[in-house]
T-cell receptor, first 114, second 109 residues
Framework: KAGVTQTPRYLIKTRGQQVTLSCSPISGHRSVSWYQQTPGQGLQFLFEYFSETQRNKGNFPGRFSGRQFSNSRSEMNVSTLELGDSALYLC?????????????FGSGTRLTVV | TQLLEQSPQFLSIQEGENLTVYCNSSSVFSSLQWYRQEPGEGPVLLVTVVTGGEVKKLKRLTFQFGDARKDSSLHITAAQPGDTGLYLCAGVWGNDMRFGAGTRLTVKP
């Protein structure tokens, strides 16, 4: 079966712009989580969605937002981009809410802010 | 401050050697997961351990969960170049999950 699909794979944006990243989970998976990965901070949790509702949120500013659609696909948006937002953004899907099930990650979107 | 401490941070060994990497916390986990990440890709789940003292084997990889469920180790026997990657542990506390900074392993042929 198809894995977790993230688009686009690479993105270059200018400071102050906004960006939308997309994630299609594995068919049947209803939970989608987003992580930011940087060399200095490692994997940092952004938020988790289940049944179109945000169930858990990490310690990121309000410029970071997301949503989930009825088909479980998810998008995350970053507004007013800063240089420090340059990172690999990873989406992970799971059968149900709760991390005990383990995640299946996508290949990520590499965002570069210049 | 990392809730999960992984050690060593970097490890470079020759093919055929054995190695152990560690994941430690002062908190008790409800479960712990190990992932491997290769350059340009997302992490791939290797194993989930739930019970204190649990040992799981995946071919040449042996995972152990500490009796007190605060620590875990990953042992690789006869490492191969294909084992090269970033090994991440992730601890779960209720609905909260945090990743360690990872151990970057390089296995030289």
């Amino acid at each position: 079966k198809a894995g977790v699909t993230q688009t686009p794979r690479y993105l270059i944006k200018t400071r102050g712009q906004q960006v939308t990243l997309s994630c299609s989970p594995i068919s049947g998976h209803r939970s989608v989580s987003w992580y930011q990965q940087t060399p200095g901070q490692g994997l940092q949790f952004l938020f988790e969605y289940f049944s179109e509702t945000q169930r858990n949120k990490g310690n990121f500013p309000g410029r970071f937002s997301g949503r989930q659609f009825s088909n479980s696909r998810s998008e995350m948006n970053v507004s007013t981009l800063e240089l420090g937002d340059s990172a690999l953004y990873l989406c992970a899907s799971s059968l149900a809410l709760g991390q005990n099930y383990g995640y299946t990650f996508g290949s990520g979107t590499r965002l570069t802010v210049v | 401050t990392q809730l999960l401490e992984q050690s060593p941070q970097f490890l470079s060994i020759q093919e055929g050697e054995n190695l152990t990497v560690y994941c430690n916390s002062s908190s008790v986990f409800s479960s712990l997961q190990w992932y491997r990440q290769e350059p340009g890709e997302g992490p791939v789940l290797l194993v989930t351990v739930v019970t204190g003292g649990e040992v799981k084997k995946l071919k040449r990889l042996t995972f152990q969960f500490g009796d007190a469920r605060k620590d875990s180790s990953l042992h690789i026997t006869a490492a191969q170049p294909g084992d090269t990657g970033l090994y991440l542990c992730a601890g779960v506390w209720g609905n909260d999950m945090r990743f360690g900074a990872g151990t970057r392993l390089t296995v030289k042929p």
